[in-house]
């Protein structure tokens, strides 16, 4: 049942296997983010709580999964950018200091 609900989730979160970032859910719970991506410990506490990882001055990159029904709220903030959608699923990249915010 998860790869049929979650597969599209799932091969965003392997995708970031062996890269040194954060990968969070917005709107949802789940474990899959850290198992999938096999998530190593991580030295900054701040990066478990969600306002430092919308807001805050990440040190890595960092990456945020919502169901498409959460997509607005994450839409309006200007640190992200929509990298992705895909069978309900919109993947977003945390735009870090320095770095534009829109595509060009």
Not at 36 to 47: E, F
Not at 52 to 81: A, E, F, M, S
Request: glycine share 6%; charged share 30%; proline share 6%.
């Amino acid at each position: 049942m998860e790869g049929y609900s979650q597969r599209a989730a799932i091969e965003f979160y392997e995708s970031k296997i062996g890269e040194d970032c954060y990968v969070w859910t917005y709107g949802y719970k789940s474990y899959a983010h850290l198992f999938y991506s096999r998530k190593q410990p991580v030295k900054n506490p701040k990066s478990y709580e969600q306002d430092w990882i919308l807001w805050g001055p990440v040190d890595k990159p960092t990456y945020v999964v919502c169901k498409i029904n959460k997509v607005k709220k994450l839409q309006q903030l200007p640190n992200l950018r929509e990298i992705g959608r895909k069978n309900g699923f919109v993947f977003f990249e945390r735009v870090r200091r320095g770095e534009p915010t829109q595509f060009h």
